[in-house]
């Protein structure tokens, strides 16, 4: 059941800052076992309108490495065990978004980022040891995501390697809480950091991969767009570009 996963082995994320990693000692406790840890909208307080993200203007919009439907790229292959398909994806989509991490940490710093911000209201909680959600530096919110989901990643009970080993019951669950959180750093990075992105001439290879995990969310029922919704119910952040790339028919509707 698990051949996929036991082929490509193991793979350790790549060196990040050197920041505690989300145990009890630390304080904060791994989102998981938290349903309550979802994110807060903190409204500026400026009323003046903001300007265009980066990302939604032209040629950026539509920088890409990947043409076609993607349609293709999500479905299992025929005789995969589902499970198995969407285990070795996530896993693939946490190691390729590490790497874009990797390259953008020396701007995702304490200081440039005292927030998890994901839009222009949107600031991404942690639970700490008293389950109550607080506000974290968007590298340390990163390194716990990070240092959580390679714990998972680890553990066969969640993710076997062994041959004649099934899937726990509760995998749909999990996946659904990984694909969450990789989401989120997907919505920072967009957020805070597409002009470096665009300085390092990678657009074009984020892009692909976000859209990538998009298409992924949708054909498996795991995307939660309303984590970027207003009260107003509106799109903000990377809810705007999943909007405007299936205008552009990127996406499918």
């Known amino acids: 059941m698990s051949g996929f996963l036991n082929s490509i082995g193991r793979l350790r994320a790549p060196k990040?800052?050197?920041l505690n990693?989300?145990?009890?000692?630390?304080?904060?406790?791994?989102?998981l076992p938290s349903p309550g840890a979802e994110f807060t909208q903190n409204p500026l307080t400026s009323g003046?309108?903001?300007?265009?993200?980066?990302?939604?203007?032209?040629?950026?919009?539509?920088a890409a490495l990947v043409k076609g439907s993607f349609k293709t790229i999500v479905a299992p292959p025929k005789?995969?065990?589902?499970?198995?398909?969407?285990?070795?994806?996530?896993?693939?989509?946490?190691?390729?978004?590490?790497?874009?991490?990797?390259?953008?940490?020396?701007?995702?710093?304490l200081q440039n980022c005292p927030t998890m911000s994901a839009g222009p209201t949107l600031n991404f909680l942690w639970p700490d040891q008293n389950q109550r959600l607080v506000s974290l530096p968007?590298?340390?919110?990163?390194?716990?995501?990070?240092?959580w989901l390679q714990k998972l990643l680890d553990d066969e009970n969640v993710f076997p390697t062994k041959s004649g080993r099934?899937?726990?019951?509760?995998?749909?669950?999990?996946?659904?809480?990984?694909?969450?959180?990789l989401f989120r750093i997907f919505a920072h990075l967009y957020h805070q950091h597409f002009e470096q992105i665009l300085h390092l001439?990678?657009?074009?290879?984020?892009?692909?991969?976000?859209?990538?995990?998009?298409?992924?969310?949708?054909e498996f029922d795991i995307l939660v767009m309303k984590d970027l919704m207003t009260n107003q119910g509106m799109g903000q952040g990377v809810a705007e570009l999943s909007e405007k790339w299936r205008e552009m028919g990127i996406l499918e509707a």
């Open 166 to 181: 099934d899937f726990p019951n509760s995998f749909a669950y999990t996946a659904k809480h990984i694909y969450k959180h």
């Open 201 to 218: 001439s990678i657009e074009a290879h984020f892009n692909s991969l976000f859209a990538h995990f998009l298409a992924f969310g949708k």
């Open 21 to 31: 990693t989300p145990t009890s000692q630390t304080g904060f406790f791994e989102p």
């Open 138 to 147: 968007a590298p340390t919110y990163i390194d716990f995501v990070m240092s």
């Open 16 to 18: 990040r800052s050197p």
């Open 48 to 62: 003046s309108p903001q300007p265009k993200p980066l990302y939604l203007c032209q040629p950026f919009v539509k």
């Open 79 to 109: 005789y995969v065990d589902v499970n198995e398909w969407v285990a070795v994806n996530l896993f693939d989509f946490y190691h390729n978004l590490n790497h874009f991490y990797g390259a953008l940490t020396d701007f995702c710093t």
